[in-house]
């Protein structure tokens, strides 16, 4: 019978993850300025149901199909509040941001994450990848490509139905992290190393 039970319970952990659903994950409330010089503050957008943030690289653009379903969302849901913009946490320049948006006519505020703190919060790994945000609770609605589960997802904002975070994994370039440097510390009576 335990093993029955074991049996049963395996079943449904890998049924329930199969299906993307992860407990409902919080970024807290964060601010960056964009690209032009502009802060944007989650809480801000308050009076919005949902902002969708597409993680952008100047180093790997976003493939010229994730563009056209980008703006084909962006059609269907910024007129039912849903608000858009990408962010930049590659740890890239400003102004090679300004260059890149301008050459690749991006028309969204890119938010520079030159820390890359939020984007770490966010746990954005992919150069295309999609978080959605509820702006009221700071909840993350959303993690993953084009996808599906991301329509499901504003659909579900659009309706008022609470979910846990969908999570789909993404493809495309990896962002890069610096790894964060370790300054040594030298404690009085010990003997420092040699490097």
């Known amino acids: 019978m335990k093993r029955f039970n074991w049996l049963v319970i395996s079943l449904l952990a890998t049924a329930m993850n199969s299906t993307g659903y992860a407990a409902t994950e919080r970024s807290g409330d964060f601010s960056l300025t964009d690209h ?5 503050q989650l809480s801000r957008y308050r009076h919005k149901s949902a902002l969708v943030l597409v993680a952008q690289s100047n180093i790997c653009a976003i493939p010229p199909h994730a563009s056209s379903q980008l703006q084909t969302l962006r059609n269907n849901w910024e ?3 849903v608000a858009f913009m990408m962010i930049n946490g590659a740890g890239e ?3 090679g941001i ?3 948006a301008r050459t690749q006519r991006i028309e969204l505020p890119i938010l520079v994450d030159a820390d890359q703190a939020v984007t770490r919060t966010l746990n954005l790994t992919k150069s295309g990848e999609i978080v959605v945000l509820d702006p009221e609770d700071f909840s993350v609605l959303y993690r993953g490509p ?3 589960k991301l329509d499901a997802t504003l659909n ?7 979910q846990d975070t ?3 994994p993404a493809t495309g370039c990896n962002l890069s992290f610096p790894s964060v440097s370790v300054r040594s510390i030298h404690v009085p009576g ?3 190393e040699q490097g």
């Open 93 to 95: 320049e400003s102004s």
């Open 156 to 162: 579900n904002v659009a309706a008022g139905v609470k």
């Open 36 to 40: 032009n010089g502009t802060n944007h």
């Open 190 to 192: 010990t003997t420092p």
């Open 98 to 100: 300004q260059m890149k």
């Open 146 to 148: 084009f996808d599906p």
């Open 166 to 168: 969908v999570v789909v």
């Open 79 to 81: 007129g039912k509040g």
